[in-house]
Protein backbone atom coordinates (compact mmCIF):
# COMPACT_ATOMS: atom_id res chain seq x y z
CA UNK A 1 0.00 0.00 0.00
CA UNK A 2 1.30 3.10 -1.32
CA UNK A 3 1.08 5.91 1.20
CA UNK A 4 1.31 9.47 0.52
CA UNK A 5 2.11 12.40 3.56
CA UNK A 6 -0.65 15.76 3.34
CA UNK A 7 0.22 18.90 4.61
CA UNK A 8 -2.40 19.96 6.77
CA UNK A 9 -4.00 22.22 4.61
CA UNK A 10 -4.42 19.57 1.87
CA UNK A 11 -5.99 17.34 4.49
CA UNK A 12 -8.43 19.57 5.49
CA UNK A 13 -9.30 19.68 1.49
CA UNK A 14 -9.67 16.43 0.97
CA UNK A 15 -11.81 15.53 4.47
CA UNK A 16 -13.84 17.92 2.81
CA UNK A 17 -14.09 16.99 -0.70
CA UNK A 18 -14.88 13.69 0.64
CA UNK A 19 -17.68 13.94 2.83
CA UNK A 20 -20.88 13.04 2.09
CA UNK A 21 -23.13 14.59 -0.61
CA UNK A 22 -19.89 16.28 -1.81
CA UNK A 23 -20.03 17.06 -5.31
CA UNK A 24 -16.88 18.11 -8.09
CA UNK A 25 -15.78 21.27 -8.71
CA UNK A 26 -17.07 21.12 -12.13
CA UNK A 27 -20.60 20.70 -10.89
CA UNK A 28 -20.32 23.28 -7.99
CA UNK A 29 -19.47 25.95 -10.19
CA UNK A 30 -21.53 25.17 -13.94
CA UNK A 31 -24.76 27.11 -12.58
CA UNK A 32 -22.39 30.10 -11.05
CA UNK A 33 -22.25 32.83 -13.28
CA UNK A 34 -19.45 35.60 -13.53
CA UNK A 35 -19.17 38.96 -14.63
CA UNK A 36 -18.21 42.31 -13.53
CA UNK A 37 -15.68 45.30 -14.65
CA UNK A 38 -12.43 46.75 -15.04
CA UNK A 39 -11.58 50.46 -14.79
CA UNK A 40 -8.46 53.11 -14.99
CA UNK A 41 -9.40 56.75 -14.34
CA UNK A 42 -6.58 59.80 -14.71
CA UNK A 43 -8.20 62.77 -13.65
CA UNK A 44 -7.35 66.73 -12.71
CA UNK A 45 -8.98 68.88 -10.99
CA UNK A 46 -7.86 72.57 -10.55
CA UNK A 47 -10.27 74.89 -9.20
CA UNK A 48 -9.15 78.98 -8.95
CA UNK A 49 -10.16 81.76 -7.21
CA UNK A 50 -8.56 85.59 -7.63
CA UNK A 51 -4.54 83.59 -7.37
CA UNK A 52 -5.54 81.37 -4.98
CA UNK A 53 -5.31 77.69 -5.87
CA UNK A 54 -7.73 75.64 -3.98
CA UNK A 55 -6.57 72.03 -2.86
CA UNK A 56 -9.88 70.45 -3.80
CA UNK A 57 -12.16 71.03 -7.07
CA UNK A 58 -15.59 70.53 -7.13
CA UNK A 59 -14.52 66.76 -8.12
CA UNK A 60 -11.40 65.79 -7.10
CA UNK A 61 -8.12 67.17 -5.86
CA UNK A 62 -5.81 69.42 -7.76
CA UNK A 63 -2.84 66.40 -7.37
CA UNK A 64 -3.16 64.28 -10.54
CA UNK A 65 -5.45 61.29 -9.26
CA UNK A 66 -4.95 57.58 -10.99
CA UNK A 67 -8.22 55.70 -9.82
CA UNK A 68 -8.29 51.93 -10.06
CA UNK A 69 -12.06 50.18 -9.84
CA UNK A 70 -12.57 46.43 -10.28
CA UNK A 71 -16.15 44.27 -9.62
CA UNK A 72 -16.48 40.66 -9.86
CA UNK A 73 -19.79 39.35 -9.84
CA UNK A 74 -21.02 35.80 -8.92
CA UNK A 75 -24.35 34.61 -9.01
CA UNK A 76 -24.97 30.96 -8.02
CA UNK A 77 -28.06 28.78 -8.69
CA UNK A 78 -28.36 27.41 -4.84
CA UNK A 79 -31.79 25.42 -4.80
CA UNK A 80 -35.05 25.69 -6.54
CA UNK A 81 -35.41 29.64 -6.59
CA UNK A 82 -32.80 30.43 -4.46
CA UNK A 83 -29.43 32.21 -5.73
CA UNK A 84 -27.06 33.73 -4.09
CA UNK A 85 -24.94 36.88 -5.39
CA UNK A 86 -21.77 38.03 -3.99
CA UNK A 87 -19.72 41.24 -5.33
CA UNK A 88 -15.88 41.58 -4.85
CA UNK A 89 -14.44 45.36 -5.45
CA UNK A 90 -11.15 46.79 -5.65
CA UNK A 91 -10.98 50.37 -5.38
CA UNK A 92 -8.26 52.82 -4.78
CA UNK A 93 -6.86 56.03 -5.92
CA UNK A 94 -2.77 56.74 -6.38
CA UNK A 95 -2.43 61.30 -5.99
CA UNK A 96 0.92 62.76 -7.31
CA UNK A 97 1.87 66.05 -8.33
CA UNK A 98 2.40 67.85 -5.31
CA UNK A 99 3.07 67.75 -1.97
CA UNK A 100 1.49 65.42 0.85
CA UNK A 101 -0.61 66.68 3.59
CA UNK A 102 -0.24 65.16 7.01
CA UNK A 103 -2.21 65.26 10.25
CA UNK A 104 -1.03 66.21 13.53
CA UNK A 105 -0.77 62.26 14.25
CA UNK A 106 1.42 62.05 11.43
CA UNK A 107 -0.87 60.11 9.48
CA UNK A 108 -1.46 61.21 5.58
CA UNK A 109 -4.16 62.89 5.42
CA UNK A 110 -4.62 64.22 1.09
CA UNK A 111 -2.07 65.36 -1.19
CA UNK A 112 0.47 63.67 -2.93
CA UNK A 113 -0.58 59.50 -1.19
CA UNK A 114 1.51 57.72 -3.49
CA UNK A 115 0.92 54.60 -4.98
CA UNK A 116 -1.67 52.40 -2.94
CA UNK A 117 -0.29 48.41 -2.50
CA UNK A 118 -2.16 47.52 0.31
CA UNK A 119 -5.92 47.55 -1.02
CA UNK A 120 -7.58 44.57 -1.04
CA UNK A 121 -11.03 43.37 -2.92
CA UNK A 122 -13.50 43.27 -0.46
CA UNK A 123 -17.35 42.47 -0.40
CA UNK A 124 -19.24 45.41 -1.83
CA UNK A 125 -22.81 43.39 -2.70
CA UNK A 126 -23.64 39.74 -0.91
CA UNK A 127 -27.81 39.06 -1.22
CA UNK A 128 -29.89 35.87 -1.34
CA UNK A 129 -32.76 36.40 -3.76
CA UNK A 130 -35.94 34.21 -3.71
CA UNK A 131 -38.31 34.05 -6.58
CA UNK A 132 -41.47 32.66 -7.26
CA UNK A 133 -42.76 32.57 -10.60
CA UNK A 134 -46.37 31.74 -10.03
CA UNK A 135 -46.76 34.93 -8.58
CA UNK A 136 -43.82 36.98 -10.29
CA UNK A 137 -42.61 38.14 -7.38
CA UNK A 138 -38.83 38.25 -6.00
CA UNK A 139 -37.84 38.77 -2.56
CA UNK A 140 -33.90 39.86 -2.16
CA UNK A 141 -32.08 40.83 1.23
CA UNK A 142 -28.90 41.53 2.62
CA UNK A 143 -26.37 43.69 1.21
CA UNK A 144 -27.10 45.44 -2.43
CA UNK A 145 -27.28 48.51 -4.67
CA UNK A 146 -30.34 50.58 -3.74
CA UNK A 147 -31.27 51.32 -7.11
CA UNK A 148 -33.60 54.39 -6.39
CA UNK A 149 -33.99 57.30 -8.51
CA UNK A 150 -32.19 59.13 -5.45
CA UNK A 151 -29.18 57.12 -5.87
CA UNK A 152 -26.45 56.14 -8.48
CA UNK A 153 -24.30 53.34 -6.75
CA UNK A 154 -24.83 53.78 -2.95
CA UNK A 155 -25.22 50.07 -1.40
CA UNK A 156 -27.31 49.52 1.45
CA UNK A 157 -28.44 46.75 4.11
CA UNK A 158 -32.13 45.99 3.74
CA UNK A 159 -34.62 43.97 1.66
CA UNK A 160 -36.02 44.41 -1.92
CA UNK A 161 -39.63 42.57 -2.98
CA UNK A 162 -40.55 43.17 -6.21
CA UNK A 163 -43.47 41.93 -8.79
CA UNK A 164 -43.79 41.76 -12.66
CA UNK A 165 -47.43 40.05 -12.35
CA UNK A 166 -49.08 42.57 -14.81
CA UNK A 167 -47.46 42.92 -18.33
CA UNK A 168 -45.73 46.47 -18.14
CA UNK A 169 -45.69 47.09 -14.96
CA UNK A 170 -43.18 46.35 -12.17
CA UNK A 171 -43.77 47.66 -8.21
CA UNK A 172 -41.59 47.16 -5.81
CA UNK A 173 -41.22 47.86 -1.94
CA UNK A 174 -37.90 48.26 -0.34
CA UNK A 175 -36.58 49.15 3.22
CA UNK A 176 -33.05 49.73 4.04
CA UNK A 177 -31.19 50.39 7.69
CA UNK A 178 -27.67 51.39 6.91
CA UNK A 179 -25.60 52.07 4.00
CA UNK A 180 -21.88 52.49 2.84
CA UNK A 181 -22.45 56.69 3.34
CA UNK A 182 -18.49 56.53 4.91
CA UNK A 183 -17.01 54.54 2.13
CA UNK A 184 -18.79 56.11 -0.79
CA UNK A 185 -17.98 59.43 0.14
CA UNK A 186 -20.69 61.74 -1.39
CA UNK A 187 -24.49 61.08 0.10
CA UNK A 188 -26.89 64.24 1.05
CA UNK A 189 -25.92 66.98 3.35
CA UNK A 190 -22.84 65.46 4.12
CA UNK A 191 -21.48 68.94 4.66
CA UNK A 192 -24.22 71.27 3.99
CA UNK A 193 -23.51 74.85 3.16
CA UNK A 194 -25.55 76.27 5.62
CA UNK A 195 -23.89 79.48 5.85
CA UNK A 196 -21.64 81.74 3.67
CA UNK A 197 -19.31 84.85 4.18
CA UNK A 198 -20.19 88.07 3.16
CA UNK A 199 -17.73 87.33 -0.37
CA UNK A 200 -20.11 84.48 -1.33
CA UNK A 201 -17.00 81.97 -0.41
CA UNK A 202 -18.50 78.83 0.92
CA UNK A 203 -18.36 78.12 5.08
CA UNK A 204 -18.53 74.41 6.18
CA UNK A 205 -21.83 73.28 7.46
CA UNK A 206 -22.63 70.62 10.08
CA UNK A 207 -22.03 67.10 9.21
CA UNK A 208 -24.88 65.14 8.98
CA UNK A 209 -26.26 63.31 6.01
CA UNK A 210 -29.75 61.35 5.07
CA UNK A 211 -28.02 58.46 4.38
CA UNK A 212 -27.56 57.50 7.78
CA UNK A 213 -30.97 56.59 8.43
CA UNK A 214 -33.53 54.21 7.71
CA UNK A 215 -35.32 54.10 3.90
CA UNK A 216 -38.40 52.64 3.23
CA UNK A 217 -40.08 52.77 0.10
CA UNK A 218 -42.05 51.79 -2.78
CA UNK A 219 -42.16 52.37 -6.49
CA UNK A 220 -44.17 51.51 -9.59
CA UNK A 221 -42.56 51.58 -12.98
CA UNK A 222 -44.14 51.47 -16.26
CA UNK A 223 -43.25 50.97 -19.98
CA UNK A 224 -45.66 51.17 -22.72
CA UNK A 225 -43.57 51.92 -25.38
CA UNK A 226 -43.43 54.05 -26.45
CA UNK A 227 -44.48 55.75 -23.41
CA UNK A 228 -42.66 54.91 -19.83
CA UNK A 229 -43.23 56.36 -16.23
CA UNK A 230 -41.67 55.90 -13.00
CA UNK A 231 -43.36 57.10 -9.79
CA UNK A 232 -41.43 56.75 -6.12
CA UNK A 233 -41.86 57.73 -2.26
CA UNK A 234 -39.87 56.95 0.51
CA UNK A 235 -39.55 57.84 3.83
CA UNK A 236 -36.10 58.64 5.44
CA UNK A 237 -36.46 58.03 9.20
CA UNK A 238 -37.03 61.48 11.34
CA UNK A 239 -35.84 63.03 8.15
CA UNK A 240 -38.04 63.55 5.42
CA UNK A 241 -40.65 62.24 3.50
CA UNK A 242 -39.45 62.00 -0.56
CA UNK A 243 -41.10 61.68 -3.75
CA UNK A 244 -40.51 61.58 -7.32
CA UNK A 245 -42.57 61.37 -10.75
CA UNK A 246 -40.23 60.38 -14.25
CA UNK A 247 -42.04 60.61 -17.46
CA UNK A 248 -40.96 59.77 -21.23
CA UNK A 249 -42.01 59.75 -24.45
CA UNK A 250 -40.36 58.22 -27.47
CA UNK A 251 -41.27 58.94 -31.21
CA UNK A 252 -39.48 58.30 -34.72
CA UNK A 253 -39.51 59.39 -38.38
CA UNK A 254 -37.70 57.42 -40.49
CA UNK A 255 -34.47 56.97 -39.33
CA UNK A 256 -34.39 59.56 -36.93
CA UNK A 257 -35.43 58.98 -33.62
CA UNK A 258 -36.94 61.41 -30.26
CA UNK A 259 -37.37 61.60 -26.94
CA UNK A 260 -38.87 63.33 -24.54
CA UNK A 261 -38.26 63.29 -20.80
CA UNK A 262 -39.69 65.00 -17.82
CA UNK A 263 -38.83 64.62 -14.06
CA UNK A 264 -40.22 65.90 -10.65
CA UNK A 265 -38.38 65.47 -7.12
CA UNK A 266 -40.10 66.69 -4.14
CA UNK A 267 -39.36 66.65 0.21
CA UNK A 268 -40.83 67.49 2.88
CA UNK A 269 -38.30 67.86 5.84
CA UNK A 270 -39.31 66.61 9.51
CA UNK A 271 -39.51 70.39 11.06
CA UNK A 272 -36.96 69.96 13.50
CA UNK A 273 -34.59 69.44 10.61
CA UNK A 274 -35.50 72.56 8.93
CA UNK A 275 -35.12 74.64 12.24
CA UNK A 276 -31.58 72.72 13.13
CA UNK A 277 -30.30 72.48 9.45
CA UNK A 278 -31.93 76.38 8.37
CA UNK A 279 -33.46 73.81 5.62
CA UNK A 280 -36.64 73.72 3.90
CA UNK A 281 -38.34 71.43 1.46
CA UNK A 282 -36.99 70.88 -1.72
CA UNK A 283 -38.23 70.94 -5.08
CA UNK A 284 -37.00 69.76 -8.24
CA UNK A 285 -38.21 69.44 -11.87
CA UNK A 286 -36.60 69.16 -15.44
CA UNK A 287 -37.46 68.61 -19.18
CA UNK A 288 -34.93 67.22 -21.70
CA UNK A 289 -35.74 66.50 -25.60
CA UNK A 290 -33.06 64.06 -27.34
CA UNK A 291 -32.71 62.23 -30.09
CA UNK A 292 -30.70 60.77 -32.82
CA UNK A 293 -30.93 61.80 -36.43
CA UNK A 294 -28.61 59.08 -38.60
CA UNK A 295 -24.65 59.65 -37.01
CA UNK A 296 -25.48 62.78 -34.96
CA UNK A 297 -27.28 62.58 -31.24
CA UNK A 298 -28.50 65.54 -29.40
CA UNK A 299 -29.91 66.88 -26.19
CA UNK A 300 -31.15 70.63 -24.70
CA UNK A 301 -33.52 71.47 -21.96
CA UNK A 302 -33.81 72.93 -18.68
CA UNK A 303 -33.21 72.73 -14.75
CA UNK A 304 -34.61 74.50 -11.68
CA UNK A 305 -34.30 73.80 -7.72
CA UNK A 306 -33.53 75.02 -4.82
CA UNK A 307 -34.15 78.27 -2.39
CA UNK A 308 -31.85 81.44 -1.78
CA UNK A 309 -31.76 81.51 1.99
CA UNK A 310 -32.21 77.91 2.81
CA UNK A 311 -30.52 74.53 2.31
CA UNK A 312 -32.52 72.06 0.20
CA UNK A 313 -31.83 68.82 -0.64
CA UNK A 314 -32.84 67.03 -4.24
CA UNK A 315 -30.67 63.69 -4.00
CA UNK A 316 -29.44 61.11 -1.44
CA UNK A 317 -26.14 60.81 -2.81
CA UNK A 318 -24.26 61.80 -6.12
CA UNK A 319 -26.73 63.28 -8.64
CA UNK A 320 -28.89 60.02 -8.62
CA UNK A 321 -30.33 59.31 -11.79
CA UNK A 322 -32.26 62.46 -12.50
CA UNK A 323 -31.73 64.78 -15.22
CA UNK A 324 -28.40 66.34 -14.61
CA UNK A 325 -25.86 67.02 -17.92
CA UNK A 326 -22.57 68.00 -17.37
CA UNK A 327 -19.38 66.90 -14.86
CA UNK A 328 -19.17 69.97 -12.81
CA UNK A 329 -22.08 72.41 -12.15
CA UNK A 330 -24.35 70.03 -10.28
CA UNK A 331 -21.25 69.74 -7.30
CA UNK A 332 -20.44 73.37 -7.67
CA UNK A 333 -21.12 75.87 -4.59
CA UNK A 334 -24.23 77.03 -4.56
CA UNK A 335 -25.59 74.09 -6.90
CA UNK A 336 -24.82 70.84 -5.18
CA UNK A 337 -27.92 68.57 -5.86
CA UNK A 338 -26.69 66.67 -2.55
CA UNK A 339 -27.72 69.51 -0.46
CA UNK A 340 -27.04 73.08 -0.89
CA UNK A 341 -28.53 76.79 -0.15
CA UNK A 342 -28.93 78.61 -3.76
CA UNK A 343 -31.88 79.28 -5.99
CA UNK A 344 -31.17 77.64 -9.48
CA UNK A 345 -31.87 77.67 -12.94
CA UNK A 346 -30.17 76.29 -15.87
CA UNK A 347 -30.21 75.26 -19.65
CA UNK A 348 -28.21 72.73 -21.55
CA UNK A 349 -27.45 71.84 -25.25
CA UNK A 350 -25.52 69.21 -26.16
CA UNK A 351 -24.32 67.49 -29.57
CA UNK A 352 -21.99 64.61 -31.12
CA UNK A 353 -21.35 63.01 -33.49
CA UNK A 354 -20.14 59.11 -34.06
CA UNK A 355 -17.78 57.79 -36.56
CA UNK A 356 -18.56 53.87 -38.50
CA UNK A 357 -20.47 53.22 -35.17
CA UNK A 358 -17.38 53.65 -32.60
CA UNK A 359 -15.55 56.58 -32.63
CA UNK A 360 -17.76 59.56 -31.00
CA UNK A 361 -16.96 63.25 -30.43
CA UNK A 362 -19.12 65.26 -28.58
CA UNK A 363 -19.90 69.17 -26.85
CA UNK A 364 -22.08 70.18 -23.85
CA UNK A 365 -22.92 73.40 -22.57
CA UNK A 366 -24.84 74.22 -19.65
CA UNK A 367 -25.57 77.76 -18.46
CA UNK A 368 -27.49 79.64 -15.90
CA UNK A 369 -27.72 81.22 -13.04
CA UNK A 370 -27.48 80.75 -8.40
CA UNK A 371 -28.95 83.37 -6.72
CA UNK A 372 -28.81 83.77 -2.93
CA UNK A 373 -30.41 86.44 -0.25
CA UNK A 374 -29.37 89.44 -0.14
CA UNK A 375 -26.05 90.42 1.01
CA UNK A 376 -24.57 87.12 -0.40
CA UNK A 377 -23.62 87.72 -3.95
CA UNK A 378 -25.19 85.61 -6.96
CA UNK A 379 -23.38 83.55 -9.72
CA UNK A 380 -23.44 82.84 -13.24
CA UNK A 381 -22.41 80.01 -13.88
CA UNK A 382 -21.46 78.73 -17.54
CA UNK A 383 -19.83 74.80 -18.08
CA UNK A 384 -18.19 74.14 -21.47
CA UNK A 385 -17.46 70.49 -21.92
CA UNK A 386 -15.80 68.63 -24.78
CA UNK A 387 -15.98 64.58 -24.90
CA UNK A 388 -14.36 61.55 -27.35
CA UNK A 389 -15.06 57.83 -26.95
CA UNK A 390 -13.77 54.85 -28.64
CA UNK A 391 -15.45 51.42 -28.88
CA UNK A 392 -12.18 49.16 -29.71
CA UNK A 393 -14.52 46.24 -28.87
CA UNK A 394 -17.87 45.28 -27.18
CA UNK A 395 -16.38 45.25 -23.81
CA UNK A 396 -13.44 47.52 -23.94
CA UNK A 397 -14.09 51.35 -24.18
CA UNK A 398 -12.37 54.45 -24.22
CA UNK A 399 -13.05 57.77 -23.27
CA UNK A 400 -12.33 61.46 -22.08
CA UNK A 401 -13.61 64.98 -21.51
CA UNK A 402 -12.43 68.08 -20.58
CA UNK A 403 -14.97 70.78 -18.36
CA UNK A 404 -14.37 74.06 -18.05
CA UNK A 405 -16.58 75.61 -15.43
CA UNK A 406 -17.13 79.88 -14.76
CA UNK A 407 -18.35 81.16 -12.17
CA UNK A 408 -18.80 85.39 -12.54
CA UNK A 409 -19.46 86.56 -9.00
CA UNK A 410 -21.81 89.33 -9.25
CA UNK A 411 -20.17 91.47 -6.41
CA UNK A 412 -17.93 94.09 -6.50
CA UNK A 413 -14.39 92.97 -5.00
CA UNK A 414 -15.55 89.40 -5.02
CA UNK A 415 -13.06 87.28 -7.34
CA UNK A 416 -14.51 85.20 -10.17
CA UNK A 417 -13.78 81.17 -9.56
CA UNK A 418 -13.13 79.29 -12.46
CA UNK A 419 -12.68 75.27 -12.12
CA UNK A 420 -11.07 72.85 -15.05
CA UNK A 421 -11.63 69.23 -14.79
CA UNK A 422 -9.82 66.73 -17.02
CA UNK A 423 -10.53 62.71 -17.24
CA UNK A 424 -9.55 60.14 -19.21
CA UNK A 425 -10.81 56.78 -18.72
CA UNK A 426 -10.45 53.29 -19.76
CA UNK A 427 -13.40 50.48 -19.05
CA UNK A 428 -13.75 46.94 -19.89
CA UNK A 429 -16.82 44.93 -19.18
CA UNK A 430 -16.96 41.36 -19.30
Not at 26 to 49: C, N, P
Not at 84 to 92: E, L
Not at 125 to 142: I, K, M, P, R
Request: charged letters at 20%.
Amino acid sequence: MKLVKLSLVAALAAGAFSAANAVSLEEAIKDVDVSGMMRYRFQSDRLTQGDSIADKGYNSSKNNEHKFKAQLNFKAALDDNFKAFVQFQYNATDRGFGKTNYNDAGEITGGNTGTDTHTSFAVNQAYLEYTNEAYATSVTFGKMEVGSIWTDDLVGTGAKVVNTSIEGLTFAGYWFDAFNWKDDGDTSMSNPTSTKDADGNIKNGANVTLAKSSLYGAAVLGDFDPFAFQVWAAYSNNWAFLYAVDASYKFAFNDMNFKIQAQYLGNSLDSDKERDFNADNGNFYAAKFSGQISAFDFQAGVIGYGEKDKNTVVTLEDTGKVIAPGQQIFYSAGSDLRGDMGENFFYFAGLGYTFAETLRVGFDYIGGKTEYAAGISDTDKNEYIARVSYKYSPKLTFSGFYSYLTEDMNKANVDDRDDQFIRLEALYKF
